[in-house]
């Protein structure tokens, strides 16, 4: 899974530019710690979790295509 999420992230940057922060985190890490909001979750979605801007927008895939477009809406 984390093999995708660089790929996402690569592929985010190519279209949007540096201003893409991107943290992959391991949900059975102590890590976690550091979003409790998020570890409240967890029981109710489908991994992969893909967080923008510190809110839960997707969960169960990755789509560049999808989260491209979420991206870009959020940019304009």
Known sequence: MQEEAIALNK?????F???I???Y????SS???NYPEIAQILNRVRL?????NGQPRFHGGISKEV???AVSDLVK
């Open 25 to 28: 985190v391991d949900v059975l």
């Open 48 to 52: 992969p979790l893909i967080v923008l």
């Open 31 to 33: 890590e976690m710690n």
């Open 17 to 19: 530019g540096e201003a």
């Open 21 to 23: 922060c991107y943290t």
């Open 67 to 69: 989260i491209a477009d």
């Open 11 to 15: 592929s985010l940057v190519q279209s």
